[in-house]
């Protein structure tokens, strides 16, 4: 079994400071993982995903995220954030093999100017 | 870039009626799914289907819903007797295989009225 909890439904940073949003799973198997976007009114736009290669992936956006299998964690950042950077975040993991995705509720970016 | 397409965007049906839901998958993809989220809620897992043939559902893929890929290219979900609280965001995706990513289409709003 699988799941994901993304800590925080809401986070709120200013235009140019670090965002950092949570992410741990639990899985019983090894575990791909993924961040994804989602902006009003639209769909899912897929950031980076870790698929047991390098542990720093980096994505679109000039996001990145770190797999620490230690921590059992997948937490994404970004340097300096932009107001375009408001939406919604969803951290998902599946197993290998194309297998189903696991979402956390997702957290709610704020960039405040 | 390839793109998964949803139609329509937008359906509005009443308690009680069928819907079809369409998707047309990136090409030579290779695995289908059908999330759904509910409004405010994480996305969910409905059903997978590859080779087809469904490879898993949820508990939430019950006898009123089935999948179908009738041409080769479209990919469907039906609903056969709609109930208020199937009213969702519907998201298809699709794989090329094993260690791709998801791509998701930008949805269809289901209103069951």
């Known amino acids: 079994a699988q799941s994901v909890t993304q800590l925080g439904s809401h986070v709120s940073v200013s235009e140019g400071a670090l965002v950092l949003l949570r992410c741990n799973y639990s899985s019983s198997v090894p575990p791909y993982l993924f961040w994804y976007v989602q902006y009003p009114n639209q769909g899912l736009q897929l950031l980076l995903k870790?698929?047991?290669?390098?542990?720093l992936v980096k994505g679109i956006n000039g996001f990145e995220a770190e797999f620490k299998k230690s921590e059992t964690s997948f937490h994404l950042t970004k340097p300096s954030a932009h107001m375009s950077d408001a939406a919604e975040y969803f951290c998902a993991v599946s197993g290998q093999g194309a297998q189903k995705l696991v979402f956390g509720q997702g957290t709610r970016l704020t960039i405040n100017p | 870039e390839p793109e998964v397409t949803q139609t329509p965007s937008h359906q509005v049906t009443q308690m009680g009626q069928e819907v079809i839901l369409r998707c047309v998958p990136i090409s030579n993809h290779l695995y289908f799914y059908w999330y759904r989220q509910i409004l405010g809620q994480k996305v969910e897992f409905l059903v997978s289907?590859?080779?087809?043939?469904?490879?898993?559902k949820s508990e939430i893929f019950d006898d009123q819903f089935s999948v179908e890929r009738p041409d080769g290219s479209n990919f469907t979900l039906k609903i056969r007797s709609t109930k208020l609280e199937d009213s969702a965001m519907y998201f298809c995706?699709?794989?090329?295989?094993?260690?791709?990513?998801?791509?998701f289409g930008s949805g269809t709003r289901l209103t069951v009225v």
């Open positions: 289907f590859y080779n087809n043939e469904i490879s898993e």
């Open positions: 995706a699709s794989s090329k295989d094993q260690n791709y990513g998801y791509t």
């Open positions: 870790y698929t047991s290669a390098a542990t």
